[in-house]
């Protein structure tokens, strides 16, 4: 499987305002999410994007999606849609990163697949 990343050049030089393994717990569960429900052989999707006091992670895949009536549940813990593998903890995980760490978190299926926007605050640097 693969990942397809696009980012802008300057994305390496911005921290997002949380610690660093909330950040990559949270990013690792979305990615993982996505892997196990895109198609064999499709790529996952990562797109980072800068806004003026956040960074934004895009992560698409390429499966089912999810009914719009679950969306509600997705980040229920032990929740899983219909034919999921795993223990259903994975966006659970992020939910309670996205609380704690003022990040923001949105679902949109559609017929090719689910798009899932995390939003962190950025650092600020101080002079």
């Known amino acids: 499987r ?34 196990r429900h895109s198609a064999p052989g499709a790529p996952v999707e990562l797109q980072v994007q800068l806004e003026a006091h956040r960074v934004a992670f895009v992560v698409r895949d390429h499966g089912p999606g999810i009914d719009p009536q679950n969306l509600e549940h997705v980040t229920q813990r032990f929740w899983r849609n219909g034919h999921s593998e795993g223990c259903g903890l994975g966006l659970a ?24 926007l995390l939003q962190m605050p950025l650092r600020v640097h101080q002079v």
């Open 2 to 35: 693969r990942i397809l990343l696009q980012a802008p050049e300057r994305a390496a030089q911005v921290y997002p305002d949380m610690p660093a393994t909330l950040a990559v717990a949270a990013l690792r569960n979305l990615l993982d999410n996505a892997l």
């Open 93 to 116: 995980i992020v939910q309670a990163i996205v609380q704690r760490c003022a990040c923001a978190l949105q679902f949109d299926s559609r017929a090719d697949g689910l798009r899932v």
